[in-house]
């Protein structure tokens, strides 16, 4: 049974920091490209970051690109690095793990790309 299990979500000031962590468990962690989205209220679900299984290469919405960072353990564990946080990142923040096919580059950003979805951590940016 596959499980993405996200953590690290909270309250934060506006300009802080934090660190969203994603436990995977019952997959190939190597066999797969995870991803992050996050989704605010009234809003539809919009990719963050992607990283892919061997790590060589991520992928960002451009308009974060530079703020937030995506790595892995490259055992069973995605973070997502956010710096200077602002109020429209408050959202909730979901982990996803995508088979690691060869036109992943085509695809990374797209939520039908994703075949397992975590629950989501709630992040909280006050101004």
């Known amino acids: 049974q596959v499980q993405l299990v996200e953590s690290g979500g909270g309250l934060v000031q506006a300009g802080g920091s934090l660190r969203l962590s994603c436990a995977a468990s019952?997959?190939?962690?190597?066999?797969?490209?995870m991803g992050w989205f996050r989704q605010a209220p009234g809003t539809e679900r919009e990719f963050v970051a992607a990283?892919?299984?061997?790590?060589?290469?991520t992928y960002y919405a451009p308009s974060l690109k530079g703020r937030f960072t995506i790595s892995d353990n490259a055992k069973s564990t995605v973070f997502l690095q956010m710096n200077s946080l602002q109020w429209v990142d408050s959202a909730v923040y979901y982990c996803?793990?995508?088979?690691?096919?060869?036109?992943?580059?085509?695809?990374?950003?797209?939520?039908?790309?994703?075949?397992?979805w975590g629950q989501g951590t709630q992040v909280t940016v006050s101004s």
């Open positions: 996803a793990a995508a088979p690691n096919r060869a036109d992943f580059s085509g695809y990374y950003y797209r939520q039908s790309g994703y075949d397992f």
């Open positions: 990283i892919r299984g061997s790590g060589e290469r």
């Open positions: 019952g997959i190939n962690f190597s066999r797969h490209n």
